[in-house]
C-alpha cells in the first residue's frame, strides 16, 4: 500500500542547532511532494513544495528540502534553528496513481531556547 | 491567510447532539478536503470533493457526512455525537494535483 513515513515523531533541538527530518514514501510513479508546517494552536502551512525541476527546494524560513528519487526521500532541513521553528511537521506525497494526498504521521519538534 | 474560511471557531455541545461545520474554500479552488485532528489519532482525512462530487473517502465515520454545494461551499455534518469525537476540524482546498491551503479550523468540544 502506498504510505508516507517519518521516522521522528518527536525531536528536541537547542537554537542553533542544524535540523534535519526524515520522509520516505513508498511508490514508484510520478509524485508531488510537500512539507506543512503547524505551529502551536495554529492551523497548517505551506512550508515548501516539489513538483519537478531542481530536486532541492527552498521554502519560506530557511527551510529546504531536497528529493532524492532514488532512495523515495523527501528530508527537510535547515541549518540553524530558531525557538520560533517549535511546530509540528508533516510532509505530504500526492501520487500520480489517484492524485490522493498521502500524509505522513507528523514530527512534533521542539526547540530548546 | 489562506483564503479558506470555516465557521464557526469555536463548537461545544452534548453528546448525541448533531453539528454542521461550514467551509468555503479559496477563490478559484474546485475541491474541498476535510480533516480531523486529534490528540490521539493525529490528523486523519476524512473525505474530499471535486466541484460537487464526492472524490475520495478516508477514515469518516457513517456518523458523519459531508457536502459542497453549487458554490463550492462545503459542510460537514456529524451526528450522535460521542465525547471521542472531540477535535480539531480543518477544511482545506486545492484545484488538484496542486497544494492544498488549509483553513483556520473548526474546536468541537462534546461534553
Known amino acids: 500500500a502506498q504510505s508516507v513515513s517519518q521516522h521522528n515523531h518527536h525531536v528536541i533541538l537547542s537554537e542553533a542547532a542544524s535540523l534535519e527530518l526524515g520522509c520516505n514514501y513508498s511508490?514508484?510513479?510520478?509524485?508531488?511532494l510537500f512539507w506543512y508546517v503547524q505551529y502551536p494552536g495554529q492551523h497548517l502551512q505551506l512550508l515548501l513544495k516539489y513538483f519537478s525541476g531542481d530536486p532541492l527546494v527552498k521554502g519560506i524560513k530557511g527551510f529546504e528540502a531536497e528529493f532524492i528519487k532514488s532512495k523515495f526521500s523527501f528530508n527537510l532541513r535547515k541549518p540553524s534553528v530558531q525557538w520560533s521553528d517549535t511546530a509540528e511537521y508533516f510532509c505530504a506525497v500526492l501520487m500520480d496513481s489517484n492524485y490522493q494526498l498521502i500524509w505522513g504521521a507528523g514530527t512534533k519538534l521542539i526547540i530548546k531556547p | 491567510d489562506s483564503g479558506v474560511t470555516q465557521t464557526p471557531k469555536h463548537l461545544i455541545t452534548a453528546t448525541g447532539q448533531r453539528v454542521t461545520l461550514r467551509c468555503s474554500p479559496r477563490s478559484g479552488d474546485l475541491s474541498v478536503y476535510w480533516y480531523q485532528q486529534s490528540l490521539d489519532q493525529g490528523l486523519q482525512f476524512l473525505i474530499q470533493?471535486?466541484?460537487?462530487?464526492?472524490?475520495a473517502k478516508g477514515n469518516i465515520l457513517e456518523r458523519f457526512s459531508a457536502q459542497q454545494f453549487p458554490d463550492l461551499h462545503s459542510e460537514l455534518n456529524l451526528s450522535s455525537l460521542e465525547l471521542g469525537d472531540s477535535a480539531l476540524y480543518f477544511c482545506?482546498?486545492?484545484?488538484?494535483?496542486?497544494?492544498?491551503?488549509f483553513g483556520p479550523g473548526t474546536r468541537l468540544t462534546v461534553l
Open positions: 470533493y471535486y466541484n460537487g462530487e464526492e472524490r
Open positions: 511508490y514508484g510513479g510520478t509524485v508531488n
Open positions: 482545506a482546498s486545492s484545484t488538484p494535483p496542486d497544494t492544498q491551503y
